[in-house]
């Protein structure tokens, strides 16, 4: 991308829904948008804002800067939300964020002309911040949308009424998740009832709060004046253009993070706005951990499985064991993000003396890491994840074939793409064995490797394609 500073008078202002995944790919836009000569102001809750602030120290740019609106959150912005009562708490939170932000942000929306800084000609919202979208409406600024989920999974949701009507949700007692749904128009033949965004499995009934949830995340895309999604054309050739005939213009931007890691940085604006705490690659809500580097450094090429679950998910004292008793079995070296919170009563956990010695051997275990540049290392030859939709873009950029163990929402429909659409791994959804985690791995390291790598590396290049001059850039 161009540096093409100019004396327009666009002014941006972002608003992201307040969770690392959210977050991440928006502060990559703001940075770009900064970089091409935009005003950008980049909004977070207060207590986002903070902990950003803390860990890589926010500064003020001449063309980016970061202010932040009251927030009600408890400092976890997402929990654990399986076992939640998702849509309650969702609800909660849109409106003690329309309580208590809306004042400081309509200030932020009309402000006056300050110094250099032009009013605010543009808001680009998260697609499931309602009040942000609703309040930059009625103030009369255009809108664009950015939704930070896959498409396929923004089209699942968008399906919710067609999937009721064919008899798929509610889901029937005892019916059979393998088998292959219908009432989703572009993905026939693709999806069983497991691979649906997980609230479709929790809903009881047709006015159930999960399905107010998913019509809710489909109702604001639609009144933009544009719909952003982080990706590409060429993942989706025969759904984009079909969502294109129901929404508002689409544009796929993505990845992001290529463009963010491609900036070029040889004229003095761009030096100077590369300095640490900016780059929103490296931007983390939770404090990196280094020692895995010089782990990952000794270790031979591919040879190594990469894990994490994002910054959400959370796994069962069993499930953990499991996972960690199939990665030991399989024989293979292993790099493991494990967050303080990733297992809800870890304090059961018992660690064998096997595990034990498996992990001195062969592992390591690290609360975070920076994701992106593990990806990118040459000993890392298989990740194992949740399948959150910055973590599948990551790990298909980087070349890196997936196990997908997806824990909630679009997780379930991302995973099922990464096996059956793209065929870039493998999909182990709703199982936790070792031996299947043990046989997972072994065809992902050996049996089917060099297969899955060469798909792998062909989504790369598309990747990489889309996001350079004259690349695929919107729909
Ligand atoms: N991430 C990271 N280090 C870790 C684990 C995760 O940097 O140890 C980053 C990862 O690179 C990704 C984000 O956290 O950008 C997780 O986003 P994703 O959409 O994959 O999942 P979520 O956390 O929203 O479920």
């Known amino acids: 991308m161009e540096n093409t500073s100019s004396s327009s008078d666009a ?33 977070n809750t207060e207590s986002i804002h903070r902990r950003l602030s803390g860990s890589s120290g926010l500064t003020d740019r001449r063309r980016l800067r970061f202010r932040a609106v009251p927030d009600a959150l408890t400092g976890d912005g997402g929990g654990n939300t399986r076992d939640f009562d ?77 999937l009721i009507h064919h008899g798929i949700i509610p889901f029937p007692e005892e019916c059979d998740m393998d088998e292959i749904v219908k009432g989703v128009e572009g993905m026939e033949g693709i999806l069983r009832r497991r691979d649906l965004p997980s609230f479709m499995r929790m809903v009881k009934s047709t006015e159930d709060k999960h399905i107010k949830l998913m019509n809710g995340f489909n109702s604001k895309l639609i009144i933009g004046k544009a719909i952003i999604f982080n990706s590409f054309d060429a993942l989706d050739p025969t759904l984009l253009p079909i969502m294109s005939s129901y929404y508002p213009p689409i544009f796929t931007i993505g990845p992001l993070h290529i463009l963010t890691k491609s900036l070029n940085i040889s004229n003095e604006e761009e030096e100077e706005q590369q300095e640490p705490g900016i780059n929103p690659s490296l931007i983390s809500l939770l404090q990196e951990d280094r020692t895995y580097m010089t782990w990952l450094d000794n270790q031979p090429d591919q040879s190594v499985i990469y894990i994490s679950f994002g910054t959400v998910a959370v796994l069962s004292p069993e499930q953990f064991i499991e996972l960690w008793h199939g990665l030991i079995n399989s024989g293979h070296r292993f790099l493991w993000a494990v967050r303080e919170d990733l297992v809800k009563g870890k304090e059961e956990i018992e660690i064998t003396k096997e595990m034990e010695e498996g992990t001195k051997e062969r592992g390591c275990m690290v609360e975070w890491v920076p994701q992106e540049e593990v990806l990118a290392h040459r000993a890392v030859g298989c990740f194992l994840t949740h399948s959150g939709w910055n973590s599948t873009l990551e790990g298909m950029v980087a070349g890196v074939p997936m196990i997908c163990f997806p824990y909630f929402s679009d997780q379930m429909i991302n995973s099922r793409f990464v096996s059956e659409v793209w065929r870039i791994g493998l999909d182990m959804k709703d199982v936790c064995d070792r031996n299947i985690v043990e046989r997972m791995v072994r065809k992902v390291m050996e049996e089917s490797a060099l297969e899955l790598r060469s798909s792998t590396a062909r989504m790369a290049d598309l990747a990489r394609k889309s996001v350079e001059e004259n690349g695929t850039f919107s729909c």
């Open 11 to 43: 002014h941006v202002l972002i608003i992201p829904f307040p969770a690392q995944g959210h977050v991440t790919p928006m502060l990559s836009l703001a940075k770009l948008l900064s970089f091409s000569g935009v005003f950008t102001t980049f909004v």
């Open 86 to 162: 998702f849509p309650s708490r969702f609800f909660n939170l849109q409106e003690s964020m329309r309580s208590g932000s809306t004042e400081a942000y309509k200030k932020l929306l009309t402000e006056e002309l300050i110094g250099e800084w032009p009013p605010v000609t543009c808001v680009i919202a998260d697609g499931i911040l309602d009040y942000a979208i609703e309040v930059a409406g009625e103030v009369g600024i255009p809108t664009l949308v950015f939704r930070t989920s896959s498409p396929c999974c923004a089209w699942a949701f968008a399906s919710v009424p067609s």
